[in-house]
């Protein structure tokens, strides 16, 4: 028999980026440069696949402003906050000083970009959807059709994108000073706060658009700063401290929570767990499992986080995925396998 080898693409060009999510949503490419988050993700069982919604060449993108003019960034300094959560740190032409995080809740299907300016600024938030897409080892474009309205509970601008195999939708809105430019006749959202100390953007996603909406008065029902205090709060009760050596504290931690939040993920339709590869599209099997990632080295790292977890995970995928069992590695979008040997 001949031996088969796969070999990926090599990465030519590597760019440091961040990243934020929970189990719902991921939010796997954020730029440094700028400040712009690229896409982000979400797990659907139904297609056996991540879902993408991803910009051209950017979903969101901050825009700062004072009395109508837009201010030139003049440098971002990056870091994570408790080895996860990303900081922005602005500065801004005129020696304006913007602290930006993009976080999630830490259960909940939302997203927040909130802001601290050192100066009163108007904030602008771009909105510019292109690419529908199903990472399944690749990433496969569909078809879908999206609406954007205005809620007609609340007036926040709600997106609704559906195909005939996927539904989903994001409700926009804001802690204070919430604009929104109108948008018909386009596909382009311009969300507006004002920052004259703290202020957000709120990103909520769900199902469909009156679940989206529901999520969303959620989100600010509970207000952005506990919902920040609550994930730095859980991240600090899990980080595993190791005084000896900071450089290794620091890539045990950012290890452990990459690993928590992106090798499994809770399905949007069903609220299942599911172990998977990666849920970012940079590694270039997302969205798959394999066995031995999962079991050999995923799951032993998310006992060290939650051991009632891990426990719920070794048995879920061992029911789910014991029936297609692999002699070396076997592939499968989140359900189906098929194998593929490689070295």
């Known amino acids: 028999m001949n031996k088969i080898i796969a070999r990926p693409e090599e990465i030519v060009k590597n760019e440091r980026v961040l990243y934020a999510g929970n189990h719902y949503l991921s ?11 690229k896409n982000i993700n979400v797990v659907s069982l139904s297609n056996k696949a991540l879902v993408e919604l991803k910009g051209k060449p950017n979903l969101f993108i901050p825009h700062f402003y004072k009395e109508g003019k ?31 995080r993009i976080f999630t809740d830490l259960k909940e299907k939302g ?6 300016s050192s100066e009163e600024i108007e904030i602008s938030l771009f909105f510019d959807l292109k690419y529908i897409s199903l ?11 999206k609406i954007i309205k205005k809620d007609k509970w609340l007036g926040n601008p709600v997106i609704n994108i559906f195909s005939s195999g996927v539904s989903l939708a994001l409700a926009f809105g804001g802690d204070k000073d919430f ?23 709120y990103i909520a996603v769900n199902y469909d658009p009156d679940g989206a909406s529901a999520t969303l008065i959620h989100l600010k029902r509970k207000g952005y700063d506990s919902i920040y205090r609550e994930f730095i709060g859980w991240l600090k009760q899990k ?37 998977l590869t990666s849920r970012s599209p940079r590694y270039y099997v997302s969205g798959a499992f394999w066995e031995r990632d999962c079991f050999l080295w995923s799951l032993p ?29 076997p592939f499968s979008s ?10």
Do not use: W
Not at 70 to 94: A, R, T
Not at 137 to 142: E, G, L, N, Q
Not at 239 to 264: G, M, V
Not at 303 to 312: A, D, G, I, S, T
């Open 334 to 343: 989140l359900c189906n396998s098929f194998f593929l040997h490689r070295e």
């Open 70 to 100: 837009e201010i030139e960034i003049e440098k971002i300094n990056i870091s994570k906050e408790q080895y996860y959560l990303p900081h922005l740190d602005f500065f801004l032409k005129g020696g304006i000083r913007v602290i930006g």
């Open 27 to 37: 939010v796997p490419i954020i730029d440094c440069q700028n400040g712009a988050i």
């Open 135 to 145: 990472l399944r080892f690749d990433s496969h474009k569909i078809d879908a059709k």
């Open 301 to 329: 790292a998310i006992q060290l986080v939650c051991p009632q977890l891990y426990q719920h995970l070794a048995r879920e995928m061992i029911l789910r995925h014991s029936k297609n069992p692999g002699d070396h590695t």
């Open 239 to 275: 980080t595993i401290p190791y005084p000896k050596d900071p450089a290794l504290e620091t890539r045990l931690n950012e290890n452990l929570f990459f690993n928590y939040f992106y090798s499994i993920a809770k399905d949007m339709e069903s609220d299942r767990y599911l172990a």
């Open 111 to 116: 997203l927040i970009y909130s802001f601290e």
């Open 179 to 201: 604009e929104v430019d109108d948008f018909k006749g386009t596909q382009i959202l311009n969300l507006k706060i004002s920052c004259q100390n703290k202020n957000c953007f």
